[in-house]
């Protein structure tokens, strides 16, 4: 039996890369599943910027996952057709938060 193969991320999933760039992450990333892991480090990592403070935060402690997802990308064969798509950017998410937008969501959040 065949695994569904999946383009989109569950609501669980797109609440940590719509935040992943705004507040830590983590923790819910530390409680899904190995699959779903390497599938949200590698859609935030694609559609994040690597120079933000605090998707550098968010991805420094899964520093060997991300490694094997630079491993899966020499050798698709490697991992699930889901993990393929989200490294190859084909997953359909929004845009991320502009900086503006983090600021004020960090600014209601105080309040």
């Known amino acids: 039996m065949n695994k569904e193969v999946r383009k989109f991320l569950s609501v669980e999933m797109l ?12 923790e819910k990333i530390l ?3 190995k699959e ?11 559609n994040h910027s690597p ?16 490694e094997e997802l630079l491993i899966f ?17 084909k997953f359909d998410v ?4 502009t900086i503006q937008e983090v600021r004020e969501i960090k600014l209601s959040n105080l309040i």
């Open 15 to 26: 609440d940590i890369y719509k935040n992943f760039n705004v507040s830590n992450q983590v």
């Open 73 to 89: 990308v020499q050798n698709k064969s490697r991992t699930t057709e889901s993990v393929n798509l989200a490294i190859e950017g």
């Open 36 to 46: 779903d892991m390497l599938i949200i480090l590698a859609v935030c990592i694609n």
């Open 31 to 33: 409680r899904l599943s």
């Open 51 to 66: 120079n933000d403070i605090t998707v550098i935060s968010n991805t420094s402690n899964f520093k060997s996952d991300i």
């Open 94 to 97: 929004p845009a991320p938060y």
